[in-house]
T-cell receptor, first 113, second 115 residues
Framework: KQEVTQIPAALSVPEGENLVLNCSFT??????LQWFRQDPGKGLTSLLL?????REQTSGRLNASLDKSSGRSTLYIAASQPGDSATYLC????????????FGSGTQLTVLP | KAGVTQTPRYLIKTRGQQVTLSCSPI?????VSWYQQTPGQGLQFLFE???????NKGNFPGRFSGRQFSNSRSEMNVSTLELGDSALYLC??????????????FGQGTRLTVV
């Protein structure tokens, strides 16, 4: 059974800092990995999707990497802003017939002005 | 391009009642999945529908059911509501097929409160 862990559970940084969020998963047989952002009481916003054959994806100030063999992914946020404050969720989609997403418990990020 | 639409946004129900939630996926997406989010358990997979067929089901009791229509819209139903069913219910759509990227897009969710 796939298990996804996110560290740290919470993070508070001053505006302008670069930061890294970590995600690890137990089963390397994945179809893809997706990073989401969730604001309080809202749905999930897709940030980056990494296919199993890819090593990284970039979008603006965000960069996500994937190391399937070690079961790890990182989300790098450059020059953080108060508007980046949210919960960041990592989700792994299994390969094979059962392709549901398995989520980590998230990292709650606060960027202080 | 319209996103994933979930209705209603908020619901308050009494224990023992039943409830139906609706999800309209992104146009062209045939896969719709449902997830339950609670503070204690996080996001848990309920079920996935593709072309009107349930493809996968999570570990939830039979009180939780769903269906998908020919236009890919999906509904989920919870019967005999319990206090523990209070949660944010999220729907995701994707173009998941044999060769698709399978990026999941989520709706804003339906907040269900059982009293």
């Amino acid at each position: 059974k796939q298990e996804v862990t996110q560290i740290p559970a919470a993070l508070s940084v001053p505006e302008g800092e670069n930061l890294v969020l970590n995600c690890s998963f137990t089963d390397s047989a994945i179809y893809n990995l997706q990073w989401f952002r969730q604001d309080p009481g809202k749905g999930l916003t897709s940030l980056l999707l990494i296919q199993s054959s890819q090593r990284e994806q970039t979008s603006g100030r965000l960069n996500a990497s994937l190391d399937k063999s070690s079961g790890r992914s990182t989300l790098y946020i450059a020059a953080s802003q108060p508007g980046d404050s949210a919960t960041y969720l990592c989700a792994v989609r299994a390969s094979g017939s059962a392709r549901q997403l398995t989520f980590g418990s998230g990292t709650q990020l606060t960027v202080l002005p | 391009k319209a996103g994933v639409t979930q209705t209603p946004r908020y619901l308050i129900k009494t224990r023992g009642q039943q409830v139906t939630l609706s999800c309209s996926p992104i146009s062209g997406h045939r896969s719709v999945s449902w997830y339950q989010q609670t503070p204690g358990q996080g996001l848990q997979f309920l079920f996935e529908y593709f072309s009107e067929t349930q493809r996968n089901k999570g570990n939830f009791p039979g009180r939780f059911s769903g269906r998908q229509f020919s236009n890919s819209r999906s509904e989920m139903n919870v019967s005999t509501l319990e206090l523990g069913d209070s949660a944010l219910y999220l729907c995701a759509s994707s173009g998941l097929t044999g060769g698709g990227s399978a990026e999941a897009f989520f709706g804003q969710g339906t907040r269900l409160t059982v009293v």
